[in-house]
C-alpha cells in the first residue's frame, strides 16, 4: 500500500505543483494577458507538434502503431460521446450548453497532459504508445467537436462546411507533428542497416543539432502548459449553470475513466486487446485528464456556451490532480501500472 502512495504522489504531484506556481504567479499578475495567450499560441503551434513528432519518431516502426488497439481506443471514445449526448439532454434544457456538455464528454487533454501522464507513468514506451493512439482520436475529437458545437449552436457563430472542417484539422499541430512522424516511419524502412542493424542515416545520430531542436521544444511542452493552465484558473461564473458544470466535471474526471476502464478490461478479456503497463498509462492520459485548452476556443469561435466550456477547463484542471491520484493509485494497486 505504502509503494501504491507513493509511485501516485511521485506522478501526480509534480503536475500539481506546476500548476501551483502557475496559479500564484497569475494572482500576482506577473503574466499579462497578451503574454499569457502569446504563450498560449506558442505552445500550442511549435511546441505540442514537436512532442507529436518526437512521440511517433521514437518508434522503432510502424507496426509498434497497433491497429487493434487504435480501434479499441476510437470505439471508448465514441461510447463516451454517445454518453455525454444522453447528459446533455438529461440535465439542460439550453442547446449551446448541450454542445459543450457533448464535446467535454469525450475532448480530454490527451495532447498535453495526457502525453506528459503517459510519460510519468510509463516511460519512454508509454510516451510511445500514447503517441501512437492519439491520431485517430485527435482526427475525431476535431471533427466531432465541430459537428457538435454547430448542430447545437442554434445558429450562433459561424457554421463551417465540411471543406473549413477538414482545413482545421489538416492544420492542427497535432495532427502535422504526427504526419511528419509517420512520413519518417516509412522513408526508415527503406533505410539501408548494416551488419550491426543500424540504420545507415538517422535524424539523431546525423543531423543532432536538428533532432536536438526538436526534442528541446518537445520537452518545453508539458511544464509550460501546465504552468499556464494554472495562470488561467479562475473560479468565478459558476452559480448560473451550476448543474451543467457538475454534471460535466464529474463526467471528465470520474466517469470517463471508469467507463473507459471497464471496457478496456473487457476487451482485454475478450481478447481484443493486452493491457500492458505502458497502455494503462496511455488510457489515464485519455480517459481521466481535464478538458482541453482548445475546446473553450473552439466553442467561442463556432457557438455554444464559452463560458461554460472555460469552466470546464478550469475546474477539471483543479481538481485532476485528486481524481488522478486516486485513478493512479486504484491502478497501482491493480497492478494495471
Known amino acids: 500500500m505504502l509503494d501504491s502512495l507513493i509511485f501516485a504522489a511521485n506522478s501526480i504531484i509534480p503536475m500539481m505543483l506546476l500548476m501551483l506556481l502557475g496559479y500564484v504567479l497569475g494572482r500576482r499578475g506577473f503574466f499579462s494577458a497578451e503574454t499569457v495567450r502569446q504563450m498560449n499560441r506558442f505552445t500550442f503551434r511549435f ?14 516502426s510502424l507496426s509498434d502503431i497497433r491497429l487493434n488497439t487504435m480501434c479499441f481506443v476510437l470505439v471508448s471514445v465514441i461510447a463516451l460521446t454517445v454518453l455525454g449526448w444522453a447528459e446533455a439532454h438529461l440535465f439542460t434544457k439550453d442547446r449551446s450548453r448541450r454542445g459543450v456538455i457533448v464535446q467535454n464528454s469525450f475532448r480530454s487533454n490527451i495532447g498535453v497532459i ?21 491520431t485517430p482520436v485527435i482526427i475525431y475529437n476535431n471533427i466531432m467537436a465541430v459537428t457538435v458545437l454547430t448542430v447545437y449552436s442554434g445558429g450562433a457563430g459561424r457554421s463551417p462546411g465540411a471543406r473549413e472542417v477538414l482545413r482545421r484539422i489538416a492544420v492542427n499541430p497535432m495532427i502535422l507533428g504526427q504526419a511528419a512522424g509517420i512520413v519518417c ?3 526508415r524502412q527503406f533505410i539501408p542497416r548494416g551488419a550491426d542493424g543500424a540504420l545507415a542515416f538517422s535524424l539523431a545520430r546525423d543531423l543532432p543539432f536538428l533532432y536536438s531542436a526538436i526534442d528541446s521544444l518537445a520537452s518545453l511542452t508539458a511544464p509550460l502548459l501546465l504552468v499556464l493552465l494554472g495562470v488561467q484558473v479562475d473560479f468565478g461564473a459558476v452559480s448560473h449553470f451550476r448543474k451543467e458544470l457538475i454534471v460535466g466535471v464529474a463526467h471528465r474526471l ?26 494503462a498509462a496511455s488510457l489515464v492520459g485519455l480517459y481521466a485528464s481535464p478538458a482541453a485548452v482548445a475546446s473553450a476556443v473552439m466553442t467561442e469561435e463556432i457557438g455554444g456556451d464559452a463560458e ?30
Do not use: D, H, K
Not at 258 to 274: D, E, N, S
Not at 311 to 333: D, G, H, I, P
Open 185 to 187: 516511419l516509412v522513408i
Open 308 to 337: 461554460l466550456a472555460r469552466q470546464y477547463v478550469v475546474w477539471t484542471s483543479a481538481l485532476s490532480s485528486l481524481s488522478l491520484f486516486v485513478l493512479v493509485l486504484a491502478l497501482r494497486r491493480m497492478g494495471l501500472l
Open 114 to 134: 495526457g502525453l506528459y501522464l503517459a510519460s510519468s507513468l510509463g516511460g519512454a514506451e508509454g510516451s510511445s504508445v500514447c503517441a501512437g493512439i492519439q
Open 254 to 279: 470520474l466517469i470517463a475513466p471508469a467507463v473507459g476502464f471497464a471496457l478496456a478490461l473487457l476487451a482485454q478479456r475478450m481478447g481484443f486487446i493486452t493491457l500492458t503497463n505502458a497502455l
Open 47 to 60: 511546441c505540442v507538434s514537436a512532442m507529436m513528432f518526437r512521440g511517433i519518431y521514437t518508434l522503432s
